[in-house]
């Protein structure tokens, strides 16, 4: 384990659905991202926030929308999403954005049917 | 702009041979970091080995070792004795701490290592 935790491990949704991925890290650390892990592409940098302010939007389009109320909590909030947003969402921290070294959590496969 | 290539979508090798991953990367930074994690099936992202740019002994990590070629931008992981439990994805990945300041990964190799 890594000490960082994602809710829940696997979701399905419809393109009308509204719903919610959750990250909690618990190593003390002030910087936190998004990203999204398709089959045989390269890890997207979706976020990244930094004591709670967000400090770079990727080009993400506006369906997703992420919250970080404080720096152990990460959401990301899911409306009218599209098939090909389907991968696997993977939450990481680390000390700070300067520090290299980031802790990933075990993701969450999302399905969108 | 950073890039990231691993040539070698798949690979797979017997239980106690060695195998090398390879990657490249492109940066014009001159401060900079490497690396490459592990992703075993569902489970979670982890560190495997790191490289400074500056150093230019190559890291090793028990089993895990890199050849860093930097005037190559190469930067290949040899795992020896290769166990059943190194059977992941691995990503290859770049960090500057100057400029952008974040992690450019590689598309990942699927490595199988066969009983």
């Known amino acids: 384990e890594t000490g960082v935790t994602q809710t829940p491990r696997h979701l399905v949704m419809g393109m009308t659905n509204k719903k919610s991925l959750k990250c909690e890290q618990h190593?003390?650390?002030?910087?936190m991202y998004w990203y999204k892990q398709s089959a045989k592409k390269p890890l997207e940098l979706m976020f990244v926030?930094?004591?709670?302010?967000?400090?770079e939007n990727n080009s993400v389009p506006s369906r997703f929308s992420p919250e970080c109320p404080n720096s152990s909590h990460l959401f990301l909030h899911l409306h009218t999403l599209q098939p090909e947003d389907s991968a696997l969402y993977l939450c990481a921290s680390s000390q700070g954005t300067a520090d290299y070294e980031q802790y990933f959590g075990p993701g969450t496969r999302l399905t969108v049917t | 702009a950073q890039t990231v290539t691993q040539s070698q979508p798949e690979m797979s090798v017997q239980e106690a041979e060695t195998v090398t991953l390879s990657c490249t990367y492109d940066t014009s930074e001159s401060n900079y970091y490497l690396f490459w994690y592990k992703q075993p099936p569902s489970r979670q992202m982890i560190l495997v080995i790191r490289?400074?740019?500056?150093?230019?002994q190559n890291a090793t990590e028990n089993r895990f070792s890199v050849n860093f070629q930097k005037a190559a931008k190469s930067f290949s992981l040899k795992i020896s004795d290769s166990q059943l439990g190194d059977t992941a994805m691995y990503f290859c990945a770049l960090f500057s701490n100057q400029g952008a300041q974040k992690l450019v990964f590689g598309q990942g190799t699927r490595l199988t290592i066969n009983p």
């Open positions: 926030y930094s004591l709670e302010e967000r400090v």
């Open positions: 490289q400074e740019a500056y150093k230019q």
């Open positions: 190593l003390g650390h002030n910087a």
